[in-house]
């Protein structure tokens, strides 16, 4: 049974960061895609950032770029968002996630993947 615990969100003024924590159990694949999305209030979730475990392919959406950066500690099966310059826009309850493959990064609002966290809230305040 996979299991994906998130952790780190909380509030934050504007230009400020949060790192954002999932613990993945029970994984029985050595690779896959795991990716971080986010839903914020009347919107539709969608994807934030994307990795493939054990590569060094990324995905980022357009309005994170530069601003974001997934990671990954093997070692500790845990994957990170570091969530830098905040804006208010980026106000959203964020999921980690995780597929099986044959998978894809580009994942649009996730339906596709299979495993999901319980969510940790982001609210950036201008």
């Known amino acids: 049974q996979v299991q994906l615990v998130e952790s780190g969100g909380g509030s934050v003024q504007a230009g400020g960061s949060l790192r954002l924590s999932c613990a993945a159990s029970?994984?029985?694949?050595?690779?896959?895609?795991m990716g971080w999305f986010r839903q914020a209030p009347g919107k539709e979730r969608e994807v934030v950032a994307g990795?493939?475990?054990?590569?060094?392919?990324?995905y980022y959406a357009d309005s994170v770029k530069g601003r974001f950066t997934i990671s990954q500690d093997n070692a500790k099966n845990t994957l990170y968002l570091q969530m830098d310059s905040l804006k208010p826009e980026d106000t959203a309850k964020y999921y980690c996630?995780?597929?099986?493959?044959?998978?894809?990064?580009?994942?649009?609002?996730?339906?596709?993947?299979?495993?999901w966290g319980q969510g940790t809230q982001v609210t950036v305040s201008s």
């Open positions: 996630a995780a597929d099986n493959p044959p998978c894809t990064l580009i994942a649009g609002s996730g339906d596709g993947y299979n495993y």
């Open positions: 029970g994984y029985t694949y050595k690779k896959y895609c």
């Open positions: 990795i493939y475990t054990g590569s060094s392919n990324t």
